[in-house]
C-alpha cells in the first residue's frame, strides 16, 4: 500500500546528509524514501515528505511505524522518468466550445518538475493552458497536474487542479462550464454547471487503481514539540459529539468546487467563530485527536481554500506573483497608485467588472483562518504549499503601495486582528517554503521588513507607549478614539510567539515589548484581572492626549473612579460589573470568548516573559468560569515551560 506523509523536524533531529529509518511495531524493517524540503539554519531537516510501501492491512486494523534516524540518505539512482501512469485528461465546455488538457501531453511537451524522487516514488509536475481542437489557448483556464507514481506498486495519484487565476490577463472574469476528468478513460470526476469564480482554482485527486483506504495518525506531541506548532493543550480531550458534528457539517454544496467547507463564505462577518485563531478550530481539533473526522475536514477546507479570489498567479513565473517583482500591485486605491517608477509602468491588476465577477466568498485578512499551514505540514502535497503562498501575497498585496510602503509589503495600516493573522501567514510561509524555491527568499524578505518596522517603531523605541499595545493603523478606534480592543492586540501577541518559535530571532524583542499588554491586565499595579479580556481598553484620555504611562490609569479609565476605587478580590467589584466572582466576563464560558482569545498571549508571556508572566498565568488558571475546549480547541494554547 502507498503512503507519503509530510513530517516536520526540531532543529538537530535529523543532521544535514542523515538518512531516516523506519520500524513497524513487530520490528520490521520498512525502507523509506526522504525527500527534503526546508532546513533549519544549522543545516538539519525541518520538513521533508517521507513515503513507503506498507504490507497490506485487513480493514480498521493499526499499524504502528516508527521513525529513527538513520547513518546516510539513500541516494535517488537516475533522472526521475513519469512511470506509467494512466494520462489523467481535464475536459471541459465553456459557451459551445470543448478546451482539454492532458497530462500525458503536457509530460512530453514539457522537462516537468521534480517534487518527489527516489526508490519509492517519484512525483513530476507539469501544467499548461486548455487548448481547443485546433490549438487555441482558452485565455482564463489552465489546469496543473502532479502525477506521483508508486512503480512498485504500479500506482499513481494524479493531483489535479483547474485554475482561473493568472494575474494580468486582460478581462479576468467569472466562466462557466461543464466538466469531465478521466484517468485511463475512466471518469473520475464530473460537474455541470460549475461557475468558476475569477482569481480561484480547485482541486481533485484521481487514482489508478484502487486509492489505499489509509489514515495515518501522525505524533502530535512531536509535531508541537518541534515549535512548528504552537503548544496546543495536550490534555484537551476532543467530545465525541464535537467531532460527529464536525463530519455531519460536511456536505452539500460548501464541500464541492467554489465551495468554502467549514470556513465563513463572508469573513467580515462580525462574532466569534471556529475559523479564527493562530490554527482553526477545525484544525486544532485534528491536531489534537488525529481523528479521521476532523482530518476529513481539514484537509478539505484547506483543498476548497482555493475558492477565494486571493489567487494571481505570475503567468511570467508560474508562481504565485510576488510584491518582490511587482512591488506597486494592488486590489485597493488608483490606478495612479500602482506606477513603478523603476519601470515607468503601472502594475495595476486588470479591471475585474462587478457582473462578471461576482462571487459569494468575501475574503478578508481580520477574520482570516489559517488554511494549508498544517495541512501542508502532514501531506506535503505542493497544493497546499502554493495555497499557503497565494494567501501569504494576497494579504500583504491588497493594501495600497503607498500605505504598506510598497515592495517592503508592511501590515501596520491594517485592523490589528488583520495585521496578527497576516503576520502568522507571512511567518508561515517563510518558515516552511523549501529551500530552493525561489519565493522563500521573497517571503523571508517581507517578513523581515515587517518585524524591523514593528521593532523600530516600538520595541526598540524608547518613546514607544509603556502599555505594549499596538496603536497605530486602525487601533484606537474605540470611546471616541480613546479605546483600543485588546482581543485584537491579544491575537497580534500571539501570532509574534509563533512566529518567535519558528525561530525568526527578530520577533523575540518584539514578543518581549508586546506581552506587557496582556501581563500587566492580569497583574499589573492598579489594574484587575477581571477586567482583563474586557472588550475594549481605554488607553488615554482624549483622542489628542497621550498614552497612559501605568496600566493602572489605563484600567481606572476603563472602569471609572468608582470601581477603579473597589479591591479586585472580595467580590465588591464582581458585583459592580455584574459578573460572579472569578469570572472575566466577555463570554468567559465560550471557546472564543475574549478570555480565551487571551489564553494564547498569556502562554506565550509564560515562556518569554519571566517571573511577571508566570504570574500572569497563574491568575488567569484561577479563574471560576473557563470554557470547554473539548468543544473547539482553537485557543487552547498553553505555556511550554
Known sequence: MPLSFGQVFAPGDLPRGAGLAGKLADGTPLPLQLDVKASHPDGSVRHAVVSALLPKLGAGKALGLALAKNTKQAAAAGAPKPGVGA??????VVDGARYTASSASLLKAQSPQVWLHGPVVTELQVAGPLVDAKGEEHPHLAARFAIRWYGAAK????????????????DPRNITYDVTITAGGKRVFEKRGLTHYHHARWRTLAWTGEAPALHLRHDSAYL??????????????????????????WNGAKTEPMGVGLAAPHMPGPGGRADIGLLPGW????????????????????????????????????LPVSLLDYPYMTILGRNTDTRNPKTGKQEAFPPCPREQCKSPNNPDTSHQPGF?????????????LEELQFWSMFNVFSSNPGYRRNIQGLLATDQVRGQAWSLRTLGQ????????????RHFNAILDSNLDWYNTTYSHNPSANKLGAVVDGYAV??????????????????????????????????LKWKLRFPVERMVGDGACWLVGANYTYTVRASASAPYFATI???????????????PCTGGELASALKQSPGDMGGYAAAVTGFPSNMQPALAYAVDAGGERGRKAWEVFMRRSVKPDYGEGPQFAVVPRK
Not at 500506482?155 to 486582460?170: I, L
Not at 478614539?481 to 525568526?504: C, I, K, M, N, S
Open 372 to 384: 494549508a499551514y498544517l495541512p501542508y505540514l502532514v501531506t506535503g502535497d505542493h497544493y497546499y
Open 429 to 440: 510561509a517563510a518558515y516552511i517554503t523549501p529551500d530552493g524555491h525561489p519565493l522563500k
Open 155 to 170: 500506482q499513481a495519484r494524479v493531483d489535479v487542479v483547474v485554475e482561473n487565476d493568472w494575474a494580468y490577463e486582460p
Open 87 to 92: 494520462d489523467t485528461v481535464v475536459a471541459i
Open 224 to 249: 508541537i514539540a518541534s515549535r512548528a506548532l504552537p503548544n496546543y493543550d495536550r490534555g484537551v480531550v476532543m467530545h465525541e459529539r464535537a467531532l460527529a458534528a464536525l463530519a455531519s457539517s
Open 552 to 566: 493602572g490609569e489605563a484600567y481606572a479609565a476603563t472602569v471609572g473612579p468608582e470601581r477603579a476605587a473597589l
Open 477 to 510: 478606534l474605540y470611546k471616541d478614539r480613546t479605546a483600543l480592543a485588546p482581543w485584537q492586540d491579544d491575537f497580534f501577541t500571539a501570532a509574534v510567539g509563533h512566529v518567535a518559535e519558528l525561530g525568526f530571532k527578530d520577533a523575540e524583542p518584539l
Open 283 to 318: 484544525a486544532a481539533a485534528y491536531l489534537l485527536s488525529m481523528d479521521a473526522r476532523a482530518k476529513l475536514v481539514t484537509l478539505g477546507t484547506a483543498d476548497l481554500a482555493g475558492s477565494w479570489p486571493t489567487h494571481y498567479r505570475d503567468k511570467r513565473t508560474g
